[in-house]
């Protein structure tokens, strides 16, 4: 079982916002990264660390943590952006890394 | 530009030793760690280790230590996968990545394009 677990599934009508949520006990002390995933594609870095946005990631993706919960908000969701989604941070021991479970958003 | 190009699909029996690669390009591949990620069809991403080829630092997921090698050859920019007996549950597509940053992990932002390895009787 992950460390770090995900909701597996979400929906958000076009143009409206989904937060995306990862929950795990390293997530106290260290950031999350998050992946986008189309099927049959690599995975894509859509934002990393305390606030980043990798160059040329649109700025309706945002990201906050708050205790053991980290989030990844599409605010005005479009239909491209309907993929699996993928939390990444350190695993419970602080060393290693793991990935969520991931949650897939369907966009209506 | 810069890239990670994965070595050709793979199709082995039980029992059967691998190696795939991973040769970048377009930047100092020794100075950025180099990940790898497995992911079962149909299944989430699994992180199974990570290795800087400057001095050959290896961090293998526990998940996965004992399962496979991580390894690299900087004087040709390449990592390794490899494994000396193949299971079917090993079935799945290997992904090599690198971090955002040089010397540290924040991320990956380029993927290689996948490596599939069918283990099959």
């Known amino acids: 079982s992950s460390d770090l677990t995900q909701d597996p599934a979400v929906s958000v009508a076009l143009g409206q916002t989904v937060r995306i949520t990862c929950q795990g006990d390293?997530?106290?002390?260290?950031?999350a990264n998050w992946y986008q995933q189309k099927p049959g594609q690599a995975p894509v870095l859509v934002f990393y660390g305390k606030n980043n946005r990798p160059s040329g990631i649109p700025d309706r993706f945002s990201a906050s943590s708050s205790g053991n919960t980290a989030s990844l908000t599409i605010t005005g969701a479009q239909a491209e952006d309907e993929a699996d989604y993928y939390c990444n941070s350190r695993d419970s021991s602080g060393i290693h890394y793991v990935f969520g479970t991931g949650t897939q958003v369907t966009v209506l | 530009e810069v890239l990670l190009v994965q070595s050709r699909a793979e199709v082995k029996k039980p029992g059967e030793s691998l190696r795939i690669s991973c040769k970048g390009s377009?930047?100092?591949?020794?100075?950025?760690?180099i990940g790898w990620v497995r992911q079962v069809p149909g299944k989430g991403l699994e992180w199974m280790g990570i290795i800087y080829p400057g001095d050959s630092d290896t961090r293998h997921s526990p998940s996965f230590e004992g399962q496979v090698t991580i390894s690299a050859d900087k004087s040709i920019s390449t990592a390794y996968l490899q494994w000396t007996s193949l299971k079917a549950s090993d079935s799945a597509v290997y992904f090599c990545?690198?971090?955002?940053?040089?010397?540290?992990?924040?991320?990956?932002?380029?993927w290689g394009q996948g490596t599939m390895v069918t283990v099959s009787s």
């Open positions: 390293s997530l106290r002390s260290y950031y």
């Open positions: 377009g930047f100092n591949f020794s100075r950025y760690w």
């Open positions: 990545a690198r971090p955002i940053a040089e010397a540290r992990y924040d991320g990956f932002d380029v």
